[in-house]
């Protein structure tokens, strides 16, 4: 880019110099607040031919939607939001996404001399974002010379770099100092540009090196019983290193199954050997009599307590293989692991550890055929409730994209969501497993990837992210968002907290929204259904283009207490 733009002032050379960076690193769409700070920002964003996809008037809902996006689109996104509480309000996204590792570049505008100072609109803007990024940069007060335009470019060079690092990847900061009494497009009188000056070729920077992989074989098979003819279970998280291909191959060679969350990627379609119902089938006595001899967890701990409770029971040793560098795993603390494994650690595991036991892979497989029978004859017989709402929901035919919200709801669909050929991609918020911004992580899963997606949330998470359906008004995004409305935090139901005096109103917590009004608020189509035949008609419809519809589930609030426990002893076998 010629950064001889038509400017007024000498914070437009600045952002362009800054913006030519983020886009060498790959960015092209980005998500803005617009403020007086970060005005030359957000023009210079437009005219340097950034895609702006959603102009957002809510941050913790703009980051949660940029986060969406970037994981759909698999691209790196920017997000650019003015000074002061307009960053704090990044901090929840950022604290989902650093986890994730989504590459997110915050370009966040600052008042120059601002920390500590006192000024209007100001704090420590790099101190609130430095613990959920993977690198930030505080820039110095606009300088356009050419000595500063060098270094400013080598050093966003190093800090972008870190976007793409598959071990360290994930969101950076850059903190930007702008000038302007009232905004940042504040002219600057009897201010000359300097002549123009082309970019600098320079080679790509580097990457952080990489951590140490722990691929000494040797070193393994000292730490591991790595034998032929193991009893072992592959059992996948929310961020599966392996894709589907290296799943079958290994499991296959192996004689494993495989344990597969629901937001793994390994469901729908199914990998072979593949298991749904590990959440239940871990009660069963014919599962609990024989014991595993290794377990290889593929990324993050599995989302269901019962697996939890099963692996942290089990005496078999365990190695990790992670997408990115190690993290604490309370599962499986002092496991070896894998970073980023590759296909000569994936025969390597073949030629130590197979062929596996057929008959342990036959047993789960049978035992698993068996539960989702039983599980299907219980929900076919249950009344209107929220487990039946929630089943309809997971199995509904025709949404590509699938995003499921935290708590209560990503149990069900867990649970409910089981083998299908047609492929569908299925987001979670399991970064620190919240229910903060479900409803605008949705939206911007659908900016992008393009297709109809279906949300299943509960009322408090629908709640808690209002302001994310703003969103809606992204042209082109179409599909339905299903609110379980059980009067407030039904899980807490489960853990005997009802016997709490006050329960109802201080845990428990009714909405007492009227989510119809709410969606008429943001001009989406809403309906409201109160039978289980409602939910599956409206489900069957086309969706409408373009729009957001919204189903409130109105169930009873006491339905899932009442359901839960018979669904769960006949998926174990024990009634």
Sequence with gaps: MNLATATQNRNSLWVDAILTEVREAGVRQAVVCPGGRSAALVVGLARAGFEIVHVATDERSAGFFALG???????????????????????????????????????????????????PQTTDQVGLCLPAVRGSLALADPDVTAEALDALQAALGDLLARLGDASRGGPVHVNIPLHGEFTSADADVGWTPPPARPRIARAPAAAPPAPPRDSDWARLRALLPLRPGLRGLIVAGHDAPLSRQQVERLAGALRFPVLADAASGLRRPPVAGLVCEADVLVLRPAILAVSPELIIRLGPPPLSLTL????????????????????????????????????????????????????????????????????????????WGECSAAHAVCTAPGYPLFHVANSMSARHANIYVGRREAPQRIFMNRGVNGIDGTVSTFLGELAG????????????????????????????????????????????????????????????????????????AFGQPYRRCTTLEAVR???????????????????????????????????????
């Design 69 to 119: 996006l970037a994981r759909a689109s698999r691209t790196p996104v920017a997000i650019c939001v003015t000074s002061g509480s307009a960053v704090a309000n990044l901090l929840p996204a950022l604290t989902e996404g650093e986890p994730l590792g989504v590459p997110l570049v915050v370009l966040t505008a600052d008042r120059p001399g601002g920390r500590g100072s006192g000024l």
């Design 308 to 383: 939890q409770r099963y692996l942290a029971g089990s005496a078999a040793p365990a190695l990790r293989l992670l997408r990115a560098q190690s993290r604490p795993d309370f599962l499986a603390r002092d496991a070896p692991s894998l970073v980023d494994p590759t296909e000569a650690d994936i025969d390597a595991l073949i030629a130590l550890l197979g062929p596996g036991d057929a008959s342990w892979r036959e047993l789960w497989l049978k035992q698993s055929a068996d539960c989702r029978t039983r599980l299907d004859d219980v929900i076919r017989s249950l009344p």
């Design 449 to 520: 990837s393009g297709v109809t997606g279906l949300l299943l949330v509960g009322d408090q998470a629908m709640v808690h992210d209002m302001n994310g359906l703003e969103a809606a008004r992204v042209g082109g995004l179409t599909g339905t968002i299903c609110v379980m409305n059980n009067e407030g935090g039904s899980l807490f139901d489960l853990f005997g907290l009802p016997q709490l005096p006050g329960h109802a109103r201080l845990i428990r917590n009714p909405t007492n929204v009227s989510f119809e009004a709410m969606a008429a």
């Design 537 to 575: 008609a409206a489900l069957a419809e086309e969706p409408l283009h373009g729009r957001i519809r919204i189903l409130e589930m109105a169930v009873p609030a006491g339905s899932l207490l009442r359901d839960i426990e018979p669904l769960y002893r006949a998926g174990a076998g024990l009634g």
